[in-house]
Nanobody
């Protein structure tokens, strides 16, 4: 079993930055592919970014060039650095994980509870 805990959300002005963390406990996180997703009120959950066990990343078009996903396996943590934030980035952000060599997965085994990001204009 793996427990995921997101942190780092908050209120920021447009153009600002935040760094989200996804801390894992319970198993060897280095073998897990990890994804970040977000869900705004009244909307579906959308893919944001993902990283595989080798550190190869992929991003949604809407965040390319602004967001950076990275991992520190020694700390069992995956980060999402978000720069040049826009009001449209306002959402609850979730991390998800699954043991896999892939970058993006159709399904993830484990999900965190989410952290709220609010970007004011």
């Amino acid at each position: 079993q793996v427990q995921l805990l997101e942190s780092g959300g908050g209120l920021v002005q447009a153009g600002g930055s935040l760094r989200l963390s996804c801390a894992a406990s319970g198993r060897t996180f280095s073998r897990f592919a990890v994804g970040w997703f977000r869900q705004a009120p009244g909307k579906e959950r959308d893919f944001v970014a993902a990283i595989n066990v080798n550190g190869v990343a992929d991003y949604a078009d809407s965040v390319k060039g602004r967001f950076t996903i990275s991992r520190d396996n020694a700390k069992n943590t995956v980060y999402l650095r978000m720069d040049s934030l826009k009001p449209d980035d306002t959402a609850t952000y979730y991390c998800a994980a699954k043991p896999s060599q892939a970058i993006i997965l159709p399904l993830y085994d484990y999900w965190g509870q989410g952290t709220q990001v609010t970007v004011s204009s």
